[in-house]
Nanobody, 116 residues
Framework: QVQLVESGGGLVQPGGSLRLSCLAS????????MGWYRQAPGKQRELVAD???????NYADSVNGRFTISRDNAKNTVYLQMNSLKPEDTAVYYC??????????WGRGTQVTVSS
């Protein structure tokens, strides 16, 4: 019954920034891991960043140093700040909530396009 809704995607030029938001219908504190994934056409879904309930962060090497994942438990929202965007960042970005390492909830995605 958990709903995740992403927002903040759009078209941006290389070097630009976007901030994605994931609003959950319930408390994100109930999930062990909140994460952002992305999938480009013809490509496999890949982990971009995740954040555990204990505050540990993990980033894909390709985005490390450019992206930052954060959360606001009071707002039931997870964010992904994306800076210095590159064309290869173009993808649909999905919010994910994982419970007990078994149950996954997914948003429907938001398109990010980095192009001149």
């Amino acid at each position: 019954q958990v709903q995740l809704v992403e927002s903040g995607g759009g078209l941006v030029q290389p070097g630009g920034s976007l901030r994605l938001s994931c609003l959950a219908s319930g408390s994100i504190a109930n999930f062990g891991v909140m994460g952002w994934y992305r999938q480009a056409p013809g490509k496999q879904r890949e982990l971009v960043a995740d954040l555990t309930s204990g505050g540990s962060r993990n980033y894909a090497d390709s985005v490390n140093g450019r992206f930052t994942i954060s959360r606001d438990n009071a707002k039931n929202t997870v964010y992904l700040q994306m800076n210095s965007l590159k064309p290869e960042d173009t993808a649909v970005y999905y919010c994910n909530a994982n419970s007990l390492g078994i149950i996954n909830y997914w948003g429907r995605g938001t398109q990010v396009t980095v192009s001149s």
